[in-house]
């Protein structure tokens, strides 16, 4: 079953990177099913499973009178952890960073302050493990962003909310986009540490108030930080890429 499985998964990220890019134009056609089994060197029956999983995506509407196209984006599952990592390789333009900003202000402060209330001793260890890593990054060299990713996705798990643990898989991209654009700051992560601190302090210490306040300063900063960088239109990091680690200090 295995193979198959990979075999459909492997058409659904094709079809629906296509799609995202603007390979296939919004309101378009995309190509009937022999054209995309010769192009894919898949079966019939992968194609039609790979469609039924765009459809449910909210990447493409089928039917008898209008044929297999692309919807609109307003009507794609922007939570679906396929859908952003689509955008993510196609690109993530000033629009898109926006409105992932404006969701990560509305969604991290209240998980946050959840967290304050909810962790458990389980929660506390992997975001103090988190913690740690980022600091042994900042000391003595090595992978920053992916510990300062745990640090966040952890602070969500530990709000004790499904809704909003799902919210991390939409957030991932921008944070991933957030912590390179800062850790190549001059001092960033370092300056960044005390900061990362006091939201920890602030959770295990059980203060929503306190919590809220300190993520809130981490947010802004690194809003600022992602608006200098789409100001002065610089490339944004490539989250195809692995994350850049950090020299020894």
């Not at 990177?17 to 022999?34: L, M, N, Q």
């Not at 039609?48 to 089928?62: D, F, M, N, P, Q």
């Not at 390179?180 to 959770?203: C, F, Q, W, Y």
């Amino acid at each position: 079953m295995a193979p198959i499985k990979n075999v459909h998964g492997n058409t659904v990220d094709h079809l629906g990177e296509a799609i995202v890019s603007g390979r296939y134009a919004i309101g378009g056609a995309i190509p009937a099913e022999p054209v995309l089994c010769e192009e894919l060197g898949v079966s019939r029956t992968v194609v039609r499973e790979a469609i039924k999983s765009l459809v449910a995506k909210g990447l493409i509407v089928t039917g008898p009178k209008v044929g297999t196209r692309v919807m609109p984006s307003e009507h794609w599952n922007w939570f679906d952890p396929d859908v952003i990592g689509w955008q993510a390789r196609a690109g993530l333009t000033p629009d898109f960073i926006r409105d992932l900003q404006d969701l990560r202000l509305v969604v991290e402060p209240a998980a946050v302050k959840l967290a304050a209330l909810r962790a458990t001793a389980d929660d506390i260890v992997a975001i103090e493990a988190a913690f740690a890593g980022m600091k042994q990054a900042v000391e003595h060299g090595g992978d920053y962003v992916t510990f300062d990713l745990r640090f966040h996705q952890g602070l969500l798990r530990a709000s004790r909310n499904r809704m909003l643990v799902q919210m991390s898989k939409a957030l991932s991209a921008l944070l991933r986009t957030s912590f390179e654009i800062s850790t190549a700051k001059p001092d960033g992560p370092v300056n960044s540490l005390p900061l990362h601190r006091a939201v920890l302090d602030a959770v295990i210490a059980r203060d929503p108030a306190q919590a809220e306040r300190a993520i809130l300063v981490l947010i802004n900063g690194a809003h600022q930080d992602l608006e200098q960088v789409l100001a002065s239109r610089r490339r944004l990091p490539k989250l195809s890429q692995p994350a850049p680690k950090l020299k020894a200090a």
